[in-house]
């Protein structure tokens, strides 16, 4: 396992653009890494930061195969506020990444930008994504704490409502649960829609709603998101 001091250096890895790739499986690889970090960035560098950061995505779009996934987004009411999901095949590919000159260059370029970090080894319970993110995609992103004495029966709920909602619903685009490494009861949801139409139905579906009676008595606490797109993305095949 990567210590903290390490993934610093890489939280800007795989800044992919919004492209067509092949699925993120709703199954992990068992060697991948996913981490989840949250990043403070200075308001008046906020949009220096997203230069920088599209500067680098096209060089790791097409030198690093080993991102499986990127996605980078900032909370709608507090938009320096960025929420940073990275998902690498392996410890290798991380490491890999770590080296490339434009990852050096895109540090070197950022670090007075960000003000602080959060950073989250993570353990995937469900990851489901279609094949291809919409120009204008809505984005939400959830914080819960589930009863630790009833997380295996949530995680098996929550489980089968990701897997029918990819598979039933052209608009449900991407649904990333993990939960954090080091509190295993503490999940992290990133959700991704075509558009708020497709979100408001996803709300009304049967098994959306079969999962809500079934967790309401698991969740001790939730915290509810939109979010605005900085990047995302997906492996190109």
């Known amino acids: 396992m990567m210590t903290t001091r390490e993934f610093l ?5 795989a800044a992919l653009g919004l492209r067509t790739a ?4 709703a199954q992990t690889p068992t060697h991948s890494l996913i981490r989840w970090a949250e ?8 949009d220096s930061f997203k230069v920088a950061a599209s500067a680098l995505k096209d060089a790791v779009l097409r030198t690093e195969p080993g991102v499986a996934a990127y996605h980078a987004v900032s909370e709608a009411d507090n938009p320096g506020r960025v929420h940073v999901f990275e998902m690498y095949d392996d410890a290798d590919a991380y490491q890999a990444h770590v080296r490339q000159t434009h990852f050096q260059d895109f540090r070197t370029t950022t670090e007075t930008m960000v003000t602080s970090r959060r950073l989250h080894d993570t353990v995937a319970i469900k990851l489901g994504a279609k094949t291809r993110l919409t120009a204008s995609p809505l984005v939400r992103i959830a914080e819960l704490e589930i009863d630790p004495a009833q997380l295996p029966a949530y995680e098996a709920a929550v489980s089968e409502e990701i897997d029918e909602s990819i598979r039933s619903e052209p608009g449900v685009l991407t649904i990333y649960a993990v939960a954090l490494a080091d509190q295993r009861s503490r999940l992290r949801f990133l959700e991704i829609y075509a558009d708020d139409a497709a979100y408001r ?11 809500v009676q079934i967790t309401k008595p698991m969740i001790r606490g939730r915290k509810l998101s939109e979010a605005r797109p900085v990047f995302l993305g997906l492996r190109l095949r």
């Not at 092949?22 to 499986?25: H, I, T």
């Open 22 to 25: 092949s699925p993120v499986l």
């Open 39 to 46: 990043l403070d960035i200075d308001p008046a560098k906020l």
């Open 9 to 13: 250096a890489g939280m800007g890895a």
């Open 201 to 211: 139905q996803h709300l009304e579906s049967p098994h959306f709603k079969k999962y």
